[in-house]
Every structure is written in C-alpha cells, then in structure tokens.
C-alpha cells in the first residue's frame, strides 16, 4: 500500500539585509594558498562583517616569471565575485605578485571588474599599514628569493619606508612556504626587528602562518609588528568603512587610516 504524502505546509517569511549588512569583502584567493581564509575569519570576526573568496590559479614556485603571468588570471577570478552582493572592498591576495605586476595593474583590474569598489592588495596594504602605526625605518622578513625580496624591497624604498634590515627563508616553493611553522615566523620577525635601525617589522607573504605570532613579536621587540594577511584584513575593513577595534590581534587593530600627507 502506497503511504500518501504529508501536505508541504506553506510558511510566510521576512528578509533583512542579510549576512554582512555592515560590510561585505570580497578576496581573491591563490589557489596554492593554504593560509589566508582561516586567518582572515579572525581577523575579520566582527558583527555584520562577511567574507566571499574567489580562487585564483598560480603556479606554486615563486618567480618573478611565474608572478607576472597571474596577472591574465586576476580577471577571471575577479569577475568571479558577483556584484548583486554590493562589495564594499575588495583585494587581489599576493604580496609578491602585486610587487611584480604592480599595485596600479592590480588596480586597474579590479576596478574593470567592480567598478567603483575600493580596492587593495597586501603590499599597498601593508604601506597602508605602517604609515598608521607611524614605521619609518622597516624590517622586513620574507620567504621568497633573493630576486623577489629585492623588489619587494625597493618598492617599500621607493614609497619613504626604509628598509634597514631583511631576512629571508629563501623558499620558492608556496606549498611549503604554508607549512612553515608559527615559532619559526616568531623568532626571524624578532631576529629582523631587534636591531635599533628599526621601527617596526612586516612579515610578507599570504601563506605563511603570521598573524597568531603578532602580538608575541610586538612584546618581545616593543615595536609594531604587522604581515600580509593582517595588513589585508586592516585595510580592507578600513576600506570598507569598518573602523572597529580588535582585541588580540595588535597594535594594528587599534590604528585608523591615516591620509597620505600624515605619512
């Protein structure tokens, strides 16, 4: 015998505005980034603040050659972030592939593809940053190449923060480089900021594992410390209108953007 269907009872509802009715953000992800998406659900656990990823394909060596070939691919994954959402910032996640293609490609890009939408990276990120926290003379501590840091350093040069001290892990490789542990990250940051030429410390690279370790460097060196996926996460609230403070997660997060004229 056939049981009969219960009736599907109908039932009236109400909208609101939805998740991330204070900001929503959209980030493009590397698809080799191991990283990023766990430490930004930390750093941006605020109310009404929600986070969409897009992921974007890289090739997991780091090379000048290799980071400038994401640049064909910033488009795709861009478009990829719907505009219905109503984005109220938005950011390409590579430290070294926005110093190689540049922060005003990267730019552009994401403004073809969300026009009007506030737009970042972790380099303009992190000068965003230290010129908030007040950092002239910068440690900077990478994992990538000599080839790679080289430029990374001459940009931060080039924009009045000196870089007096730099140290490297010298790994190519974004699959390992996400596998570096926390203590590892802890003692180079200390080992690049303890010197007195040196005002605070940032700590490059999305995938390696920093933002845990930022408060134990700010103690042991007294000086501000920041990195990538930390700077991101800053300014893209910032960006977004977001000016909450933080508890545990640094000097940083205490900090409002400061104008260009300030640095």
């Known amino acids: 015998m056939t049981q009969k269907s219960a009736r599907v009872e109908r039932f009236d509802f109400t909208t609101d505005a939805g998740a991330g009715d204070r900001a929503r953000i959209g980030l493009l992800v590397l698809e080799s980034d191991q990283t990023m998406e766990w430490e930004f659900r930390a750093l941006t656990d605020l109310p009404g603040v929600s986070v969409y990823h897009?992921?974007?394909a890289n090739d997991v060596t780091v090379t000048p050659e290799t980071l400038g070939r994401m640049e064909a691919e910033l488009p795709v994954a861009a478009k990829l972030l719907p505009d219905y959402m109503g984005l109220n910032a938005i950011a390409y996640g590579c430290t070294s592939a926005s110093t190689i293609i540049g922060e005003e490609r990267v730019a552009e890009i994401l403004e073809e593809a969300h026009p009007g939408v506030p737009s970042t990276n972790p380099l303009t990120a992190a000068k965003a940053a230290l010129n908030a926290l007040g950092v002239k003379r910068l440690g900077l501590l990478t994992p990538y190449s000599p080839e790679v840091t080289e430029a990374m350093q001459a940009k931060f040069n080039a924009a009045g923060i000196n870089v007096t001290v730099v140290g490297s892990f010298?790994?190519?490789?974004?699959?390992?480089?996400?596998?570096?542990?926390?203590?590892?990250?802890?003692?180079?940051?200390?080992?690049?900021?303890?010197?007195?030429?040196?005002?605070?410390?940032?700590?490059?690279?999305?995938?390696l594992r920093a933002a845990s370790i930022i408060e134990q460097a700010e103690s042991a060196l007294n000086k501000p410390v920041t990195a990538s996926n930390h700077a991101l996460a800053w300014h893209l609230l910032r960006l977004a209108g977001i000016e909450d403070t933080h508890e545990n997660a640094g000097q940083l997060f205490g900090e409002q953007l400061r104008v260009l004229a300030d640095a």
């Open 170 to 207: 010298y790994e190519q490789s974004d699959l390992v480089v996400g596998k570096i542990d926390p203590q590892s990250i802890l003692q180079a940051a200390i080992s690049v900021g303890q010197s007195p030429d040196v005002d605070g410390v940032f700590i490059s690279c999305t995938s």
């Open 54 to 56: 897009s992921r974007l």
